[in-house]
């Protein structure tokens, strides 16, 4: 029997597999396949962060955003000073604000 997959994998998975007595089927994704795949992984963890949340999910996210951040060759600081930015115009996430709706108004000026 053979079970297709089609996902981005941690490095010790195959080891894992083999140990199993399975033979997994793998290749080295190109840099734009990885990149691709990072994004596709990273949803996937966090759908999954959303119906456990627990830690575990939590630190599967962390370890996604961190080899996004390696293959995008961010820095700490380039990280920390975008973050203060969006921070300084737009806020944290603290008062746990809910936006419902924007009502406009119609004032015009003649």
Same mark, same amino acid.
């Given at each position: 029997?053979?079970?297709?997959?089609?996902? !981005?994998?941690?490095?010790? &998975? +195959?080891? =894992?597999?083999?140990?199993?007595?399975? =033979? +997994?089927?793998?290749?080295? !994704?190109?840099?734009?396949?990885?990149?691709? @795949?990072?994004?596709?992984?990273?949803? $996937?963890?966090?759908? $999954?962060?959303?119906?456990?949340?627990?830690?575990?999910?939590?630190?599967? &996210?962390?370890?996604?955003?961190?080899?996004?951040?390696?293959?995008?060759? @961010?820095?700490?600081?380039? &990280?920390?000073?975008?973050?203060?930015?969006?921070? !300084?115009?737009?806020?944290?996430?603290?008062?746990?604000?809910? !936006?419902?709706?924007?009502? $406009? %108004?119609?004032? %015009? =000026?003649?």
């Amino acid at each position: 029997m053979t079970i297709k997959y089609g996902k !981005l994998i941690r490095d010790n &998975i +195959p080891d =894992i597999i083999k140990s199993q007595g399975k =033979i +997994p089927v793998t290749k080295v !994704l190109s840099d734009d396949e990885y990149k691709h @795949f990072l994004g596709k992984k990273l949803l $996937e963890e966090v759908h $999954e962060y959303l119906e456990d949340n627990c830690i575990e999910e939590f630190c599967d &996210i962390l370890e996604v955003m961190d080899a996004i951040k390696k293959n995008m060759n @961010f820095t700490n600081a380039e &990280i920390k000073s975008a973050q203060s930015a969006k921070t !300084l115009k737009n806020g944290r996430f603290e008062k746990k604000l809910f !936006l419902e709706e924007v009502v $406009e %108004t119609n004032t %015009t =000026i003649c």
